[in-house]
């Protein structure tokens, strides 16, 4: 049970609103590193009951508070690091359709904590605008999303992903176990740098203790999570291509000079696209292209130029052009020897 701060004799209580109140905890936590229940209580003038509530409501605000145990038994309850408070944004309408046609890129987040996230922040901006204008913002992000296949379901992760949101937005070190394909489940001390989306999943990317480096983690492989009390800081030259590094996709390997010629019938599609940063692209009288870049993920390479059959020719290097022909013969052998494909 918590003990009642006693008010210094001949100190009158303050008389306001708790929307004054929470702008004076906010204030004293913007000017300092941190500060207790008590100090906040003794310095409000109200009960630690009163400040407990008021920090729940900060919270829920949207600040960025955290809270961290000290030595003496204490809670200091501080902002993150650079965090500074920012004015009400507002949105043109221009502004408005982009946020919804990003959102509508982003299905594969249903059932999370960020889609409750999105579902919140669009919820505000619905009640600052004319129901009419709502409808046609919501009409045009309809049009614009995309039909996904093999979309993936996160609704089992919710509760896992809130520890991992909570990690990431106040940098807590965890422990994770995680169960690679067709492997035994590790646990790893893990310092979570950042969220990645790519190709409608999501990983979570940052230090690994145990490899003493950068790791990629599937967060569909992710078990459990245990937010420790140990705070981490992300370096300053940290970047998210630090974790793919030269990775066509998102595997970092060996990187290899990769040449391929693709067909006059889809030579469009190659051009109309940036595939990768060091890409040369020449082409051919017949129509035919030829792309060029260095790149390493010899799997998503490969799951890459198989969406191109029969259009496409690998060139080099000579061990890519063997696994792509020896798993296309490999693929076309066990299509022809199973009886229930041969079948009219």
């Known amino acids: 049970m918590h003990k009642e701060v006693k008010r210094r004799p001949g100190k009158p209580a303050k008389k306001y609103s708790q929307a004054a109140r929470l702008h004076d905890v906010i204030r004293i936590l913007e000017a300092r590193y941190g500060a207790t229940v008590d100090e906040l209580a003794e310095e409000c003038g109200v009960t630690r009951r009163t ?28 902002f993150i690091t650079g965090y500074k408070k920012t004015p009400p944004i507002t949105f043109s309408l221009e ?34 605008l004319p129901p009419r204008s709502v409808a046609h913002l919501e009409r ?13 379901d996160y609704a089992a992760k919710k509760e896992l992903l809130k520890e991992l949101r909570r990690a990431l937005l106040y940098q807590y070190r965890v422990d994770l176990s995680y169960t690679p394909a067709r492997r035994t489940t590790e646990v790893y001390r893990f310092d979570p740098y950042t969220l990645l989306f790519y190709d409608g999943a999501l990983y979570l990317g940052g230090y690994a203790h145990n490899r003493e480096a950068l790791r990629l983690f ?6 459990q999570v245990t937010v420790l009390d140990k705070r981490f800081e992300i370096p300053k030259d940290f970047s998210a291509a630090d974790l793919t590094g030269s990775a066509f996709g998102l595997i970092d ?37 030829t792309l060029c870049f260095k790149a390493s993920g010899e799997k998503e390479i490969l799951a890459w130029l198989y969406s191109y059959l ?29 009886p229930a494909l041969n079948q009219k």
């Open 51 to 78: 400040i407990y509530r008021d920090l729940d409501a900060i919270r829920e605000a949207g600040y960025p508070l955290t809270s961290e145990p000290q030595d003496d038994g204490r809670t200091l309850y501080s």
């Open 95 to 128: 502004e408005l359709m982009t946020l919804y046609l990003c959102r509508g890129q982003l299905g594969f987040l249903k059932g999370t904590p960020f889609q409750d996230d999105l579902d919140a922040i669009f919820g505000r901006i619905h009640s600052s």
């Open 140 to 152: 045009i992000a309809e049009t614009a999303s995309p039909k996904f296949q093999g979309e993936r």
């Open 218 to 223: 599937l967060v569909d492989r992710i078990e």
């Open 253 to 289: 390997e060996q990187q290899q000079t990769i040449k391929v010629r693709f067909g006059a019938e889809i030579g469009h599609l190659i051009r109309e696209r940036i595939w990768h940063p060091s890409q040369e692209l020449v082409e051919e009288d017949d129509g035919t292209l």
């Open 310 to 338: 029969p259009h496409v020719q690998v060139l080099e290097p000579a061990g890519l052009r063997e696994v792509f022909y020896r798993s296309l013969r490999e693929g076309l052998s066990c299509s022809l020897s199973c």
